[in-house]
């Protein structure tokens, strides 16, 4: 008996799962994209306040590579994974 009221009070709450697609972009490309915009938001910032080109680059890139990991980690304590999807191994390809 108490395992179906466990059962329904889990039907009621829906949670969004996961599209792995998005969580692929957010692992992979993300990073790289925001190291881009950093490094570039860098020159400029660098060129605004007169500080060298080449170390405003690096520092712009580097914290916006931390800001892409901070990110990736609050993604994916808020991801929530699909445990009734269909599981592709490598062996069965």
């Known amino acids: 008996m108490q395992t179906n009221q ?3 009070s889990e039907e009621k709450t829906p949670q969004k799962k996961t ?5 692929s972009f957010v692992l992979f490309v993300f990073p790289i ?3 881009f915009i950093g490094v570039f938001l860098g ?15 690096i520092i712009g890139g580097i914290i ?3 800001l892409a990991i901070v990110l990736i980690k609050l ?3 808020h991801a929530v994974i699909d445990v009734k999807e269909e599981r592709l191994h490598w062996e069965d390809l």
């Open 75 to 77: 993604f994916d304590k």
């Open 33 to 35: 994209a925001a190291v």
């Open 19 to 23: 599209n792995m697609l998005v969580a």
């Open 64 to 66: 916006a590579f931390g």
């Open 43 to 57: 020159q400029y910032s660098g060129k605004l306040i007169g500080a060298p080109i080449q170390i405003s680059r």
């Open 6 to 8: 466990s059962e329904n």
